[in-house]
């Protein structure tokens, strides 16, 4: 799916889309010890169809899960493939919210496996595990009270609503691995945790993107409409659980000089403009671009702010004034406009101003001087 449509759903608030088993499998390998007695809240995950729900229910024993937690916000705009659940009025269940509560999970069916029959047979036999929730909204008092109860928290979040989720679990101390958009990194509320390094990139999606389910035709036209599948770029898991990746060192291997890492007119650092690129032999500020969070060790590197506007972190050495703006825009576009040079590094070329993509400003720690 191409990114503006993902743009033009979360104006529309068309939230519902699933993320595929084999990517949370690819991504939670990496996590297993941390479940161990633990209690894990997918709060945005509707039992018809999230593969949250059936990767913790079909993983339950191996965990060692105390128990698991799944509500979703005014039932689902689809039915599951997989797994059905039985109501007394099928259309009526699709409207309400509903929340799961597993504390044991047993090979009913007696095949010597747990298996997606097994949970069915849970849901549908044990009343206790499913009741209805008044929204499910992850907002609601009643959802809250479950996210106090949680240890750790899984799921899909709304993107519409990225940033108010994860003030949410900041708030409450929760531990968490959530999915977000990359561009969420440079949000105000967003960046300043990361800085403090108290949330971090998890191990990522293959090739960097993901495919969703999504069940809205409008979106869902661009990717594969027979199946509905769509492909988003610039997907990130969020966490802050610690895992081993953030403690592999960056192999560098380029040489800084003058003339390949050029200084920004507005900031006393050096353009990095790839990640591989980052010199060993600098010790002063460098620019870097935000894919760079995917290999951050904050043993090696510290972060020091951004490109931004509105100088957050104190490290703008030059604030253009509107005059100063326009020039640069008619300079690099031969016609009236408005080139806002304070929302970014910038680059002399030659007399010409111009700004280049959203940079992270870091400083490697241990710089290997020759």
């Given at each position: 799916?191409?990114?503006?449509?993902?743009?033009?759903?979360?104006?529309?608030?068309?939230?519902?889309f699933?993320?595929?088993?084999?990517?949370?499998?690819?991504?939670?390998q990496?996590?297993?010890?941390?479940?161990?007695?633990?209690?894990?809240?997918?709060?945005?995950?509707?039992?018809?169809?999230?593969?949250?729900?059936?990767?913790?229910?079909?993983?339950?024993?191996?965990?060692?899960?105390?128990?698991?937690?799944c509500?979703?916000?005014?039932?689902?705009?689809?039915?599951?493939?997989?797994?059905?659940?039985?109501?007394?009025?099928?259309?009526?269940?699709?409207?309400?919210?509903?929340?799961?509560?597993?504390?044991?999970?047993?090979?009913?069916?007696?095949?010597?496996?747990?298996?997606?029959?097994?949970?069915?047979?849970?849901?549908?036999?044990?009343?206790?595990?499913?009741?209805?929730?008044k929204?499910?909204?992850?907002?609601?008092?009643?959802?809250?009270?479950?996210?106090?109860?949680?240890?750790?928290?899984?799921?899909?979040?709304?993107?519409?609503?990225?940033?108010?989720?994860?003030?949410?679990?900041?708030?409450?101390?929760?531990?968490?691995?959530?999915?977000?958009?990359?561009?969420?990194?440079?949000?105000?509320?967003?960046?300043?945790?990361?800085?403090?390094?108290?949330?971090?990139?998890?191990?990522?999606?293959?090739?960097?993107?993901?495919?969703?389910?999504?069940?809205?035709?409008?979106?869902?036209?661009?990717?594969?409409?027979?199946?509905?599948?769509?492909?988003?770029?610039?997907?990130?898991w969020?966490?802050n659980?610690?895992?081993?990746?953030?403690?592999?060192?960056?192999?560098?291997?380029?040489?800084?000089?003058?003339?390949?890492?050029?200084?920004?007119?507005n900031?006393?650092a050096?353009?990095?403009?790839?990640?591989?690129?980052?010199?060993?032999?600098?010790?002063?500020?460098?620019?870097?671009?935000?894919?760079?969070?995917?290999?951050?060790?904050?043993?090696?590197?510290?972060?020091?702010?951004?490109?931004?506007?509105?100088?957050?972190?104190?490290l703008?050495?030059?604030?253009?004034?509107?005059?100063?703006?326009?020039?640069?825009?008619?300079?690099?576009?031969?016609?009236?406009?408005?080139?806002?040079?304070?929302a970014?590094?910038?680059?002399?070329?030659?007399?010409?101003?111009?700004?280049v993509?959203?940079?992270?400003?870091?400083?490697?720690?241990?710089?290997?001087?020759?």
């Amino acid at each position: 799916m191409a990114n503006k449509n993902l743009n033009a759903a979360k104006v529309a608030k068309k939230d519902e889309f699933y993320t595929q088993l084999s990517d949370i499998e690819r991504e939670l390998q990496h996590y297993g010890h941390h479940f161990r007695g633990k209690v894990v809240l997918c709060n945005c995950d509707d039992p018809y169809e999230s593969n949250f729900f059936k990767y913790f229910a079909l993983r339950f024993n191996q965990l060692g899960l105390k128990k698991l937690i799944c509500t979703c916000y005014n039932g689902s705009p689809v039915q599951g493939k997989e797994l059905t659940l039985h109501f007394d009025d099928e259309e009526e269940s699709l409207k309400k919210a509903y929340k799961v509560e597993i504390t044991e999970v047993k090979d009913e069916n007696g095949d010597g496996a747990v298996d997606l029959s097994d949970v069915q047979d849970l849901l549908q036999n044990d009343k206790n595990v499913m009741s209805t929730l008044k929204t499910g909204d992850f907002r609601s008092d009643e959802c809250i009270e479950l996210l106090k109860e949680a240890d750790i928290v899984v799921t899909n979040p709304p993107f519409s609503l990225f940033r108010e989720y994860i003030g949410q679990l900041m708030r409450y101390e929760k531990k968490f691995i959530i999915v977000g958009h990359q561009n969420a990194i440079t949000y105000k509320e967003i960046f300043p945790l990361i800085k403090e390094n108290k949330i971090w990139l998890g191990y990522g999606f293959k090739g960097a993107a993901a495919h969703f389910y999504s069940p809205y035709e409008d979106i869902a036209k661009s990717g594969n409409h027979k199946t509905n599948m769509i492909r988003v770029s610039g997907i990130n898991w969020f966490t802050n659980l610690e895992i081993q990746k953030r403690n592999e060192n960056l192999d560098l291997v380029c040489h800084y000089s003058d003339d390949e890492y050029p200084k920004y007119e507005n900031y006393d650092a050096i353009e990095v403009s790839k990640t591989v690129d980052i010199p060993f032999d600098f010790d002063g500020i460098m620019g870097v671009p935000i894919t760079f969070l995917d290999k951050y060790c904050p043993t090696q590197f510290e972060i020091l702010g951004m490109c931004e506007n509105l100088n957050l972190y104190g490290l703008k050495t030059k604030i253009y004034t509107p005059e100063e703006c326009r020039s640069a825009y008619f300079e690099k576009f031969g016609k009236k406009g408005v080139y806002d040079l304070n929302a970014s590094g910038v680059l002399l070329k030659g007399a010409r101003r111009e700004k280049v993509y959203q940079r992270i400003l870091i400083r490697n720690k241990h710089p290997q001087i020759l």
